[in-house]
Every structure is written in C-alpha cells, then in structure tokens.
C-alpha cells in the first residue's frame, strides 16, 4: 500500500483547481445559480471538461486524463470548499467508472463523450427515502429480444437536465443495470428543487423499451458494474464532504478572529477556542480516511469497500458538525439567507444522504469488523 | 535491487536468524500487560530466567535501544534498519527486552541535550536496564499549569540543596533516579527560571509515598525532597532553560501516550471485543454506540500511520502529537465505558479484570497534559486563536 502522504502531482492538482475555483465557481457563483432560479451551468462544465476533469477516470485511449480516484477526490474536495455544483461525481465518477467495467466499443464510445463534456449523466438507483440499491423494484420485464421497464426512481440527482441515466433494474434472477438517454420515449421527469439547490427528478418509466444494447455488464449481475461505480462515487462524494467542512471551518475560523464583543475577539474566549480545536481535529482524522480511501480504489478495488465506507461514514460525521459549529460560532448572522453558512449546512444535508448515510456505511464497517 | 536495498536484506536476514536463536520461546509472546515487559533496576524481580536471559542478550546487540549510537549502549540502527527491527520482532511475537521511561523520555532529552560526559554516564545503564528512571514533573500546585514548578533549588556553593514535592511520578517507589524540574531562580518568569535536574532516589532526604488509585493499584507516587543535596554537574541543559528540555520530552511523552489509544484490547476489533460478553451486541444502542467507535478508531489509527508517513517523508507532523494525544485518550475511554457496558454486571467483579482497565484509561486524559490543554495548545499554536 502506497504511503498515506498526499503526492506532489496532488499537491498541484488541488493548487491548479483551486486556482481555477476561486475565480470561476465561488460559493457565489451557487447563489447567483439560486437567484436565477437555475440550478446548474453548463458553460462551467465545459470548462472543467476542458481542463480534463470530465475525464479524470476515463482511459487515455478515450480521450482521458486517467489520474485514478485519488486524484478525483482531490478535485471533489476543492469542489466541496466552494459547493461547486456540477455533475462531476454523478457523471466523471460514477458513469465514468460503471462504464470501465465494460470494455466493449460501445462504453469506450460513452467514456469519450463522458472526457470531452459532451453528455453528462444521471444514477437512478433510489426508490425511497433511504438508500438501499438491493431492494430495487423498478421491473425490466422480458420481451422479445429486449427489456420493458415499468417503475418509478427518485431522488435522481441532476436527473432534471442530464443526458444519460444509469438505471437500475430488478429482472428475471437479479438485478440489471440500464445505460438509457434520458429522452427514450415512456420516461417522464419531474425536477425537484432540492434545499442545495440542485435538483433530484422524480423519474417514472412506463412501459420503457430497452434491448441489449443497453445494458451495461451482464444481465441479472448489475452489482459487477455498479459496485465498483457506487464506491467510487461514494468516495468522491465524501472527499467533497470533507472540502466542505474545511471550508466552513475556514470561514469560522476567520470569523472568531475579527468578530469582537465584549471589546476582545470572540476567539479569545477558551468556550469557543476548545470547539474550534476539537473541530480542528476532527477535520484532520477524517482526511486521513479520505486519503485511505483514494489509495483502495486505485491499488485494491477489489477489497475497497470497508476503507470507502469508512471515509463516508467519517466525512458525514465531520461535515455536519462543521456546518452546525459554523452556523453556533457565527450567531445571527450565521442564520441569515445574505451569509454563506447556510449554504453549507443545505449541502451538508443532501451530501449526507445521497449514496448511503451514516448508518448505511457504520454497518457495512460494523459487518466487515464482526459486529 | 539498489544497493541500499541489497544491504537491508542482509541486515533483515541476520537479524532474523539472531532472533531465531536467541529469544527464548517463553519470551514469544507480546503480552501488553505492564509486568509481562522487564521495566528493568536495581529492584527489578525478573520473572523467569527467560526474562533475563533475553535482556542480557539484546544488551550485548544494542537492541534494548536500537536507534541509540552504539558507544551510548544501543545497535545504531538507521530508520530504515528500525522498522526492520520491529517487523522482525514483530514476526516471531517477540516481546520487547526492556522497557522504561529513561528509554522512552529521559534518553532522547539526553541525546538532544546532555553533555558527550552525561550521555556517557547515564545512556549505557538505561540500555543495559541497570538503573530505572522516574519523572519528576508534576507538583500539587502544578498540574496543568506544569511550569508553575515551586520544588526549590538552590546553590550551595558546590552543590545544589533541593526542597519541595513532586506529585504523579510514575513508579517512583520502584525508580533508582529521578529526572525533575525544579525552580532555580523565583524572581525570572515562570518559565524562565526552571532547571531540569537528575537526582539519586537513594540521595538522603528523598522518600515517597504510593498513591491509590480508583482502579486499586499503585502506579503513581508522591516523592518528597527535604533538604536534599547533590553534585552541580548533574543538570541537563543550562541552568534556567530546563523548560525546553520539558517541552522535548513532553512530545516524546504525547506520542507514546497516544500511539497506546487506539490498540486497546490487543487491537482487536471493538465488535468482537464485545461479542465475547455474555450480553453480546443485542442491545441496539449499545450496538449503535460501539460501532460510532468502532468507526472512530479506525480513523484515529489512519491518522496515526498517515503521520508516521509524512515524517517518515520529511513532511513535518507541527503539532500533531497534542492532536493524536487528544483524539487517542478520549476515545480510549470511549471503548472502555462499552467494554464495561457489554460486560454488564459479569464485568464489575474485580477478578474479571475489565474493570481496573476502564478505570485506568480515566487517567489517559490527564496525564501528560489533559485535553482541554491539549485543546489550547492546538487553538494557539495551530489555529492562531489569540490568547
């Protein structure tokens, strides 16, 4: 296993992004999304494409860049001290990764448009309210040569203006994972407003005609694919929670500096200084997994499940806390819709639920260590 | 293969075959217990034969010390060759020869501060386990506020006259010296005024008292010094600098403190730990609670070998060992409380044995420096919070 010390290529990956960030996608850049009742920029994604992060993880024979999933979550990171709103992890990640487990003509074909920012994509997984892939009941009925599927997805992230959706299908003997554009006649979409500011469609599939050709991997064994693409999101996703509570530790932290009451500033009460620490450190122990996490992915994916959870489970953790000592330390203003903080806490929220909570990654840990 | 790599083969596999033929197989066995390791003295009980046998032959090699210069008693060994040492070791479950505080605190303070003539005199007996050290720190005045150290010392023309009470020496009912901190000049400020000093426990005037303590053992000590005297040459550093000396020691103290927080119960998994109580994890919320900590722990430890990684790559860890000290020592008492709470009524027994170590992990967070200020030290010097 590779040192658990970050690289000097991360080291300016993150300074090239940053860079990058702070000038194009600021967290007011996302208010100005909001106030203009959009919920995503396309141009930006263009941009990020051309910088080669819409193919992070695609074969350079596909027009990728193929820096692995550390790299991704270095990027996912940055992203998260802004709240930069893209379909990097639904797309570059997830997509990106499920489509790699197929090496035929038609993925490598789906893996340039996913590098050059062309398409973007949508995972339709969820069913209820909390994530549980295994219970799937959308039904992809046999029919001739092809696939029917009748059922409804929710909680589609970006579903409301993405290209594609990998969707997930119950057939037969098991489960089956579906690449579908999302204009096929018999799929309606509902975007939802979500507290963030991106949108989950509401996506219903009535009676939805799909043939081999669409299915990625082998019918009746989606998890081959899909596993490997969930973890990666997964890991992603958590890399982003953790940039997010560096960044709402950032602004905290500037904020006990300059805020005065009682003639002095507010960081010189030993109440406020302990929590800051305490956050301090915790922000430090979940780096440590995320790092972890990148480093299983791209040595041992086979055997990467337990450090992926970990680093979910951990930055869920850390982020809330962030978010919630952020919007206490800042008092009133912390609670106003003109500060920053809120936006935070909103994203905090949803990143927390999508791709399996905390309890959901506790128990794969929990099973894995004998519980 | 480099040549560099070549060589630590070769150490690796001479090493190998020394241990094969050299450690007893009584000796093969880790066990973490604090008696099962020779502490090493004057008034050291060896064990078995065994014990000393195995400690005599890795005093001839340099191994109770390996990264020590070998004319101070310890194998040269490079960082490298060190984690060599340990995975050999590690290999055949060998337990370490000798272990103290005059190997953990006292020796690398001497190595960085003493005199050629003090590490001469002093370094070899701790290698060889002949002399057990103590450390004299705190006072029942200074505790968290450690510089604020009243045991007084004073210049007696050609020698120094100490007076005072030290308080939490470890075993020092068992220690043949004693490393202090003593105040050698009451008019500088506080931390200006501090000398780090090595006195004899056999010195007339010195004496000391086993404190109990909540779990029913007797580690710590009070240790008293009524008009004690003794040579000028035995200061460590200069007169009135003895708190960088402190602060040194202190980080070496931090690290070892914490590297023992997050391998408790052998490091075994907290789950199975608590599987073998009668109870088992049936309870949801205890459940729900062990596997909060469970998921902690396997944090805390990343963190500690993503900092070993990092000095390892000459990046510097800054203040990380308050930060590992801190996060170690709460969540130790964290799997404790659930280790007694899996435990139920079966673990309140005293012959049961969980619960002198629940008790004693209460300690983990006071001694060598309490959380909160842990918790300063981190506000101040990382975060930059004024104060």
Redesign the interface.
């Known amino acids: 296993m590779a040192k658990l010390v970050t690289t000097e290529e991360e080291v300016m990956l993150a300074d090239a992004a940053r860079g990058f960030l702070d000038d194009a996608a600021p967290v007011s850049h996302l208010r100005g999304l909001r106030d203009a009742g959009q919920t995503h920029d396309a141009a930006l994604w263009k941009s990020m494409a051309e910088m080669g992060w819409a193919g992070i993880l695609v074969p350079e024979d596909a027009g990728g860049s193929d820096m692995g999933h550390a790299a991704a979550g270095v990027l996912a990171g940055e992203m998260g001290k802004t709240l930069v709103s893209s379909p990097f992890i639904a797309t570059a990640v997830i997509a990106a990764t499920a489509l790699r487990q197929a090496s035929d003509t038609r993925a490598t074909e789906a893996l340039r448009q996913i590098a050059s920012g062309d398409v973007t994509y949508a995972l339709a997984v969820d069913e209820s309210a909390k994530f549980n892939p295994e219970a799937t009941q959308l039904e992809a009925r046999r029919e001739g040569n092809g696939f029917r599927l009748s059922g409804e997805k929710r909680f589609v992230v970006d579903g409301g203006n993405a290209d594609r959706m990998l969707v997930l299908a119950r057939t037969n003997d098991g489960l089956t994972l579906f690449d579908l554009p999302t204009d096929r006649p018999g799929i309606t979409r509902e975007a939802k407003a979500m507290i963030d500011n991106r949108n989950a469609a509401l996506v219903n599939f009535d009676n939805v005609e799909a043939n081999g050709e669409d299915v990625l991997g082998e019918v009746d064994d989606a998890m081959r694919v899909l596993k490997p693409a969930l973890e990666a999101g997964q890991a992603a996703l958590a890399a982003e929670m953790a940039g997010l509570a560096a960044g709402a530790f950032g602004m905290t932290l500037e904020y006990l500096k300059e805020r005065k009451q009682f003639g002095i500033p507010i960081g010189a009460f030993q109440a406020l200084q302990h929590r800051a620490a305490h956050l301090w450190c915790e922000c430090e122990v979940t780096a440590s997994a995320i790092l972890n996490a990148g480093r299983a992915l791209d040595q041992d994916p086979e055997n990467a499940s337990m450090a992926v959870s970990l680093a979910k489970a951990r930055a869920t953790e850390t982020a809330q806390l962030a978010v919630q000592e952020g919007v206490q330390m800042h008092g009133g203003i912390g609670m106003t819709d003109a500060f920053d903080m809120g936006f935070y806490m909103k994203r905090a929220r949803v990143a927390t639920e999508w791709l399996g909570d905390y309890g959901y990654h506790a128990n794969i840990i929990a099973q894995a260590r004998g519980f | 293969m480099t040549e560099d790599a070549d060589q630590l083969e070769v150490f690796r596999s001479e090493l190998r075959d020394w241990l094969e033929q050299n450690c007893p197989a009584s000796m093969r066995d880790s066990g973490n217990d604090e008696g099962s390791i020779c502490w090493g003295g004057k008034n050291w009980d060896f064990t078995s034969d065994d014990q000393r046998t195995w400690l005599q032959r890795c005093v001839t090699k340099g191994y109770t010390v390996p990264t020590w210069p070998v004319e101070y008693g310890g194998a040269g060994l490079s960082r490298v060759q060190e984690k060599v040492f340990h995975e050999e070791m590690a290999a055949i479950d060998a337990r370490y020869p000798l272990q103290s505080f005059g190997i953990w605190m006292l020796g690398p303070a001497l190595l960085h501060f003493g005199t050629h003539e003090q590490k001469l005199h002093y370094l070899p007996p701790i290698a060889r386990g002949e002399v057990r050290w103590c450390q004299g720190y705190s006072e029942p005045g200074a505790g968290s506020d450690l510089a604020n150290v009243q045991t007084k010392c004073e210049d007696n023309g050609d020698h120094w006259l100490v007076n005072g009470q030290k308080i939490w020496t470890s075993y020092a009912n068992k220690a043949d010296w004693i490393f202090a901190l003593v105040r050698t000049d009451k008019d500088a400020p506080k931390h200006k005024g501090i000398s780090f000093v090595l006195i004899d426990m056999e010195t007339p005037g010195v004496s000391t008292r086993p404190i109990q303590l909540i779990s029913g053992v007797s580690p710590f000590c009070e240790t008293f010094f009524d008009d004690v005297s003794f040579p000028k040459e035995q200061v460590v550093g200069e007169i009135n600098r003895g708190w960088d000396v402190a602060k040194y020691l202190l980080t070496h103290e931090r690290e070892m403190i914490s590297a023992g927080g997050g391998s408790m119960g052998g490091g075994r998994?907290?789950?199975?730990v608590?599987?073998d109580s009668e109870t088992g994890?049936c309870d949801p919320i205890l459940?729900g609670d062990?596997?909060?900590a469970?998921?902690?722990t396997?944090?805390?430890e990343?963190?500690l070998?993503?900092y070993k990684?990092?000095s390892?790559?000459g990046?510097g860890t800054g203040d990380?060992s308050a930060?590992l000290k801190?996060?170690g020592t709460e969540l130790n008492k964290r799997r404790l409380e659930l280790v007694m709470a899996a435990g139920g009524a079966e673990a309140l027994e005293w012959d049961d044995g969980r619960a002198p170590n629940w008790l004693r992990t209460k300690a983990n967070s006071i001694e060598g420096g309490t959380s909160?200020v842990?918790?300063?030290i981190?506000?101040?010097r990382?975060?930059?919070?004024?104060?």
């Open positions: 998994a907290l789950g199975a608590l599987a994890l459940r062990a596997m909060r469970e998921v902690d396997l944090a805390v990343l963190t070998e993503r990684d990092q390892e790559s990046q990380a930060m801190y996060m909160e842990m918790l300063s981190l506000s101040k990382v975060l930059g919070l004024p104060g």
